[in-house]
């Protein structure tokens, strides 16, 4: 889930493999939550409730806190209970406590208000330890095992009656540039604000970008490259062109107007705290950087809006549920659905190519100077980004532990934005790839779930995951952020239009401008925002990248389609019946139609396809076709018309294995006229993860539960049905081209997506699919009818995110 820093032109360098999630990342951060990663333990056994458990208020903590003293603390002259303190630093948190500032190797621990030991924990090497899940009471200390050193008495807030009030965030003064905001914990989280213009004559527009990246760093010129351009004769009209913020959407946004503040989420670059992914902590920190950055004079209307794609854009979700007052409207591009089947493990295989990946660098970038700009800033003099460094050894590194629990927990649906966004109530613009090589097309699984807002807006279209940051998207998002956040007419400044076109050729090789700004014609703002908010929510563009008359590859539309809602009412399942020699029709399968086998791939896994970088116009593709014996692939007789299909699809298989597992991969693709194929999407299922969540299950999309309950290994030799989810889509196939379906090992179908395949200990393995009237193998597919499709069949290669490569017939292997 990469947000790119920003030296490249318009902040369209975006994605590095080295930074790769998940958010999808999920599950990894879901499990993120459990004590026992970290050196420290709960003593489940002898914690109990704190008598004020709910009542978390100074007042009510003082009795408390006095009904815990012991006799030992107690005054012998007056009987009053005294404190005392450590020679070592505790901050109280929400459900947590954190020490600084004691000696490495020490081991402390944690005493309730009845003098029980709750948790343990040794200091680590840079004087820190993090005492999590703690239940929030009063009375509670923190000393050393000898009882010599010690702290008390100390409250653990909890997450429901921790809000400061308005004070709090009045209080708090930010400027342009670097600085730090207070969390209702006492922590300080490193900022960098970058203003339109100066604060005087404000107020502005404000976004907040979120993450765990680098949007605090400090800004500095834009790289103009090869473009010959003097930027300082434009920074007076665009002053972030010469202040230049960590984070894409703050560029762009400085250039249309906005004032934008990057937030270092805590743990992470110069923030304090201790990193766990989307634990509590950092929504609730979400939630006072919005009103911490809504007070200041210098924001519009006091309220905020937040901006971001993927790790950035995650983040909004969990944000926008805590519900901060001020908070107006949320943008979140390239985003995942699900904490695990997003990305993490799609179908229960864990995707050790990305998500790993990701996890481990975002993990390791959260070590004390992890992100390598923060010595700079002590070697400057910050003594706080210096005395944020000694907690985030404390560092929750979950990827071991995500890959020792393969099933779904329930206890961490709160990690999971399809369990929650319902709760988001403001304005919502979100955008996404079908073919999303980081945090994957899975993302329209939520369009239906935000139930909790009026306004929303749902883009998608095929492509990559930094093409949220392109022409046909940023017109729109621009238009959204405009309406809702400026509470302005729409209009990108003519500068800005003068400009884009020059810094996308330097990224693409070719000028690409902004489409037009859509609501100029109204002479109100109210008029332009009753037209826009009349407008279907549900927008479709095809054929990124394959424009009639643009340079191929660039990222401009062919067309679009809009809808009314999400599931289009407009689709038709449509089912096609896997065949015998490798047919696929809509026709029931022969009783006498059989089976087809492949052997067990045990390297497929490792397989990817792109060697470059994926950004550019014409990525360098490296999409292998399947190898007969290690595949089954099933081709529909060239199509009469133009078919158009947007939305999920289900691989409704009978499979039957000589072991007691199978991975699954199921591709469709396009087999163009031309002896081009197209990739078009896929979809996984590990055999043994194949019950079915029948509540949230359609005909198009198969819900799996993923339940350790739910684990049912494959009897070797006998016929087993299962539904692999593949994710949605957007596509034309074209009169006269085939669709194609191929079933195979995972692997080999994306740019950076790995598997970790089920081990079969080097044991020959064998699956097979059945094509017959007993076991009949099928797939639906999410046809809508009636769509004039205005473009000819586009180049191959062409569109962004599809790979092309030359078609070869292909025999399946009947089974024994």
Same mark, same amino acid.
């Given at each position: ?476 998002? @621009?238009?959204?952020?405009? &309406?809702?956040?400026?509470? !302005?007419? =729409?209009?990108?400044? $003519?500068? +800005?239009?003068?400009?884009? %076109? ?122 292998? @076709?399947?190898?007969?014996? &290690?595949?089954?692939?099933? !081709?529909? =007789?060239?199509?009469? $018309?133009? +078919?158009?299909?947007?939305? %999920? ?122 094509? @017959? ?44």
């Amino acid at each position: 889930m990469t947000e790119p820093s920003s030296p490249q032109p318009f902040e369209l360098a975006l994605t590095r493999p080295a930074r790769a999630i998940a958010s999808s990342t999920l599950l990894m951060l879901a499990l993120a939550l459990s004590a026992s990663a970290c050196n420290y333990s709960i003593h489940t056994d002898s914690l109990e409730p704190a008598t004020d458990a709910g009542t978390d208020t100074e007042g009510d903590a003082t009795d408390a806190m006095t009904s815990g003293a012991t006799e030992a603390d107690t005054d012998a002259t007056d009987g009053e209970p005294m404190g005392s303190e450590a020679t070592f630093d505790v901050r109280e948190s929400v459900e947590q406590l954190h020490v600084w500032n004691a000696t490495p190797g020490t081991k402390l621990r944690v005493l309730d208000e009845t003098g029980a030991e709750v948790a343990s924990g040794t200091v680590d090497e840079y004087g820190g330890l993090v005492f999590r899940l703690l239940e929030p009471g009063s009375g509670y200390s923190v000393e050393t095992m000898d009882g010599d050193d010690r702290e008390w008495p100390l409250t653990v807030l909890s997450k429901h009656n921790s809000t400061p009030d308005q004070a709090f965030y009045d209080g708090q003064e930010l400027g342009p540039g670097f600085g730090y905001i207070e969390t209702r914990d006492g922590t300080k989280l490193s900022i960098y604000v970058s203003l339109p213009g100066p604060p005087e004559e404000g107020p502005y527009p404000t976004l907040i970008n979120y993450s765990g990246y680098e949007p605090s760093k400090p800004g500095a010129p834009i790289d103009a490259g090869g473009l010959g351009i003097d930027i300082e004769s434009l920074c007076v009209d665009l002053p972030v062109l010469c202040d230049n913020p960590n984070h894409p959407s703050g560029t762009i946004a400085g250039l249309m107007g906005f004032a934008t503040v990057g937030v270092n989420m805590r743990g992470t670059g110069c923030s304090g705290g201790a990193y766990d992914y989307f634990e509590p902590l950092q929504a609730l920190d979400g939630y006072d950087i919005v009103e911490a950055v809504a007070a200041q004079d210098w924001v519009k209307d006091h309220e905020v809006g937040l901006a971001g794609l993927s790790y950035p854009g995650i983040s909004q979700l969990f944000i926008a549920r805590e519900n901060p007052p001020s908070l107006i409207a949320i943008s979140p591009l390239s985003i995942i659905a699900d904490i695990s089947t997003s990305t993490l493990a799609p179908g229960g295989i864990f995707n050790q190519g990305f998500a790993l990946n990701w996890a481990e660098n975002v993990v390791g970038n959260a070590d004390p100077y992890g992100q390598g700009w923060e010595q700079d800033q002590v070697d400057a003099g910050d003594t706080i980004c210096e005395e944020n460094q000694k907690l985030h050894g404390q560092k929750v590194d979950a990827v071991a532990k995500a890959l020792a629990n393969p099933f779904y927990n329930p206890e961490l649906d709160d990690l999971n934005p399809l369990t929650f966004v319902d709760q988001i109530t403001v304005p919502i613009f979100t955008a996404g790839a079908w073919q999303d090589e980081q945090t994957g097309g899975q993302f329209p699984a939520l369009w239906d779930q935000f139930t909790g807002t009026d306004i929303v807006r749902y883009n998608g279209y095929n492509g990559v995951h930094a093409d949220g940051y392109t022409p046909d998207l940023l017109i729109e998002w @621009n238009h959204f952020l405009s &309406f809702y956040v400026k509470k !302005e007419i =729409p209009e990108i400044p $003519e500068l +800005v239009r003068t400009l884009a %076109p020059l810094l996308f050729q330097e990224f693409f090789g070719d000028p690409v401008p902004l489409p037009p700004d859509r609501f100029l014609m109204y002479d109100s703002y109210e008029s332009a925002l009753a037209a826009y908010e009349a407008e279907p929510p549900v927008r479709i563009l095809f054929g990124m990248g394959g424009a009639p008359g643009e340079a191929p590859g660039l990222p401009i539309k062919s067309f679009e389609q809009s809808f009314d809602q999400w599931p289009l009412t407009e689709l038709t399942p449509q089912r096609w019946y896997l065949q015998p020699w490798g047919a696929l029709n809509q026709a029931t399968a022969p009783a006498d139609g059989g089976a087809s086998q492949w052997t067990h791939d045990p390297e497929a896994g490792s397989v990817t396809t792109l060697s470059g970088d994926i950004n550019s116009a014409l990525p360098n593709w490296n999409w292998p @076709n399947e190898q007969e014996g &290690f595949a089954a692939a099933f !081709e529909s =007789p060239p199509l009469a $018309e133009d +078919v158009v299909m947007i939305g %999920p699809a289900s691989a409704d298989l009978w499979i039957r294995s000589t072991a007691n597992e199978a991975d699954l991969e199921v591709t469709i693709t396009e087999v163009r006229p031309d002896g081009e194929e197209m990739y078009v999407q896929s979809g996984w299922l590990r055999a043994s993860h194949r019950t079915i969540d029948e509540s949230k299950s359609t005909e198009l999309r198969p819900v799996h539960t993923h339940l350790e309950s739910d684990f049912t290994p494959l009897v070797p030799g006998e016929w087993t049905f299962a539904r692999v989810e593949i994710f949605p889509f957007g596509h034309v196939f074209r009169a006269g081209s085939s669709i194609r379906v191929a079933i195979d090992d995972p692997g080999g179908t994306r740019a950076e997506w790995s598997f970790i395949l089920h081990d079969f200990g080097g044991e020959e393995v064998t699956h097979t699919v059945g094509h @017959n009237s007993e076991q009949a193998s099928s797939i639906v597919l999410p046809v809508v009818p009636n769509i004039d499709v205005p473009t000819p069949l586009p180049a191959c290669p062409s569109l962004r995110g599809q790979p092309c490569r030359t078609y070869q017939t292909f025999s399946n292997e009947p089974a024994e």
